[in-house]
Protein backbone atom coordinates (compact mmCIF):
# COMPACT_ATOMS: atom_id res chain seq x y z
CA UNK A 1 0.00 0.00 0.00
CA UNK A 2 1.47 3.84 -0.89
CA UNK A 3 1.93 5.89 2.60
CA UNK A 4 -1.09 7.98 2.34
CA UNK A 5 -3.29 4.84 1.33
CA UNK A 6 -1.71 3.22 4.00
CA UNK A 7 -2.84 6.19 7.13
CA UNK A 8 -6.88 6.38 5.73
CA UNK A 9 -6.71 2.76 6.00
CA UNK A 10 -5.49 3.11 9.96
CA UNK A 11 -7.59 6.23 10.94
CA UNK A 12 -11.24 3.66 9.35
CA UNK A 13 -9.61 1.05 11.50
CA UNK A 14 -9.09 3.15 14.61
CA UNK A 15 -12.74 4.93 14.08
CA UNK A 16 -14.36 2.02 13.59
CA UNK A 17 -12.63 0.37 16.86
CA UNK A 18 -13.58 3.05 18.63
CA UNK A 19 -16.76 3.10 17.92
CA UNK A 20 -17.40 -0.48 18.99
CA UNK A 21 -15.14 -0.31 21.95
CA UNK A 22 -17.72 2.63 22.63
CA UNK A 23 -20.45 0.05 22.06
CA UNK A 24 -18.81 -2.55 24.72
CA UNK A 25 -19.68 -1.02 27.89
CA UNK A 26 -22.88 -0.51 27.54
CA UNK A 27 -24.24 -3.67 25.82
CA UNK A 28 -25.39 -6.51 28.06
CA UNK A 29 -25.08 -10.43 26.99
CA UNK A 30 -28.51 -12.30 27.56
CA UNK A 31 -28.52 -15.80 27.82
CA UNK A 32 -31.08 -17.31 25.26
CA UNK A 33 -33.23 -20.04 27.81
CA UNK A 34 -36.84 -20.06 26.79
CA UNK A 35 -37.68 -21.53 30.39
CA UNK A 36 -36.86 -18.03 31.70
CA UNK A 37 -40.23 -17.13 30.17
CA UNK A 38 -42.09 -19.59 32.66
CA UNK A 39 -43.67 -16.57 34.20
CA UNK A 40 -46.04 -15.76 31.31
CA UNK A 41 -47.15 -19.84 30.92
CA UNK A 42 -50.25 -18.57 32.95
CA UNK A 43 -50.90 -15.24 30.40
CA UNK A 44 -50.37 -17.28 27.36
CA UNK A 45 -52.04 -20.17 27.86
CA UNK A 46 -55.40 -18.53 28.98
CA UNK A 47 -56.73 -14.83 28.81
CA UNK A 48 -55.41 -13.18 32.18
CA UNK A 49 -52.87 -10.26 32.02
CA UNK A 50 -49.33 -11.39 32.14
CA UNK A 51 -47.24 -10.43 35.34
CA UNK A 52 -44.61 -7.92 36.48
CA UNK A 53 -41.99 -11.08 36.21
CA UNK A 54 -43.61 -11.93 32.91
CA UNK A 55 -43.48 -8.80 31.56
CA UNK A 56 -39.72 -7.99 32.66
CA UNK A 57 -38.75 -11.28 31.31
CA UNK A 58 -39.78 -10.63 28.04
CA UNK A 59 -38.19 -7.41 27.79
CA UNK A 60 -34.98 -8.91 28.61
CA UNK A 61 -35.56 -12.29 26.71
CA UNK A 62 -36.44 -9.75 23.79
CA UNK A 63 -32.77 -10.78 21.65
CA UNK A 64 -33.75 -14.67 21.48
CA UNK A 65 -37.41 -13.73 19.46
CA UNK A 66 -36.12 -14.79 16.79
CA UNK A 67 -34.64 -17.85 17.92
CA UNK A 68 -37.38 -18.89 20.01
CA UNK A 69 -39.75 -18.20 16.73
CA UNK A 70 -38.03 -20.68 14.45
CA UNK A 71 -37.67 -23.48 16.90
CA UNK A 72 -40.39 -25.72 16.08
CA UNK A 73 -41.09 -27.18 19.71
CA UNK A 74 -41.55 -23.36 21.19
CA UNK A 75 -43.78 -22.71 18.03
CA UNK A 76 -46.20 -26.75 19.33
CA UNK A 77 -46.32 -25.07 22.48
CA UNK A 78 -47.25 -21.69 22.17
CA UNK A 79 -50.17 -19.85 19.62
CA UNK A 80 -48.05 -16.74 17.81
CA UNK A 81 -51.26 -14.84 18.60
CA UNK A 82 -51.18 -15.68 22.29
CA UNK A 83 -47.30 -14.52 22.23
CA UNK A 84 -48.22 -11.03 20.17
CA UNK A 85 -51.07 -10.57 22.62
CA UNK A 86 -49.09 -10.89 25.62
CA UNK A 87 -46.36 -8.99 24.45
CA UNK A 88 -48.21 -6.14 23.14
CA UNK A 89 -49.84 -6.09 27.01
CA UNK A 90 -46.36 -5.93 27.88
CA UNK A 91 -45.24 -3.14 25.51
CA UNK A 92 -42.79 -5.60 24.06
CA UNK A 93 -42.58 -5.64 19.95
CA UNK A 94 -41.44 -8.91 18.44
CA UNK A 95 -38.98 -8.28 16.24
CA UNK A 96 -39.77 -8.84 12.64
CA UNK A 97 -37.40 -12.21 11.93
Known amino acids: MKAPTMVCFVVALSVVAMVFIGEIPGATAVTCNYMELVP ?3 AISSSQKPSGACCSKLKEQRPCFCGYLRNPSI ?9 QRVASQCGVSIPQC
Open 75 to 83: RQLVSPAAA
Open 40 to 42: CAG
